[in-house]
């Protein structure tokens, strides 16, 4: 490869990585972020979830942390949560939004929102589970931001404590 090249190349990815960090600079003070926080998704690589199906209580859970995220990023004044429910067409027509490439971040730009949020709980076990953050700019698709914790236990502690864990440790704290 020649030099001009691997010198491209390099201006490239330093230019990329510069613009991605830009993207993601606190609001100045007084701005908020708006963001759009899209319901939780559930993975289940159980062996229960394979032979007894989707369970009530843990669909419930996925509602529950979703509020709670959009909750805890409204007290903090540093992210104007937006309103889901008008692309609830578009959200029902993407499927899983953990698997549609992006296209979160099209229905995040359509209401109005710079960042797209979507979170994911795989349950490995009932012992076992992880809570997943994404975070994708609005107007390009580009990555922000992964986030996981692992919890132990499938209760609603768990699950709040974990993503408060999240919210507090990784995703405020910048």
Excluded at 31 to 56: C, H, N, Q, Y
Excluded at 66 to 78: H, M
Excluded at 80 to 90: F, G, H, R, S
Aim: net charge neutral; hydrophobic share 45%.
């Amino acid at each position: 490869m020649d030099r001009a090249l691997m010198a491209f190349r390099a201006k490239t990815i330093a230019t990329t990585l510069a613009l991605c960090v830009g993207l993601w600079q606190p609001a100045e003070a007084g701005e908020a972020t708006r963001v759009v926080v899209f319901d939780f998704e559930l993975i289940d690589t159980s062996l229960e979830g394979e032979m007894k199906g989707e369970r009530p209580e843990e669909q419930r859970r996925l509602k529950m942390i979703g509020d709670l995220l959009r909750r805890k990023l409204a007290e903090s004044e540093r992210f104007l949560v937006i309103d889901q429910t008008p692309a609830a067409e578009a959200i029902a027509e993407a499927g899983y939004l953990h698997g549609c490439n992006g296209c979160e971040a099209d229905i995040a730009r359509g209401l109005g929102a710079e960042v797209a949020i979507i979170g994911t709980v795989q349950k490995v076990s009932n012992l076992i589970l992880n809570i997943n953050v994404y975070l994708r700019d609005a107007a390009s698709g580009a990555p922000l931001r992964a986030m996981s914790v692992d919890i132990r236990g499938n209760t609603d502690k768990s699950w709040t404590r974990g993503l408060s864990y999240l919210v507090r440790n990784r995703l405020l704290n910048n």
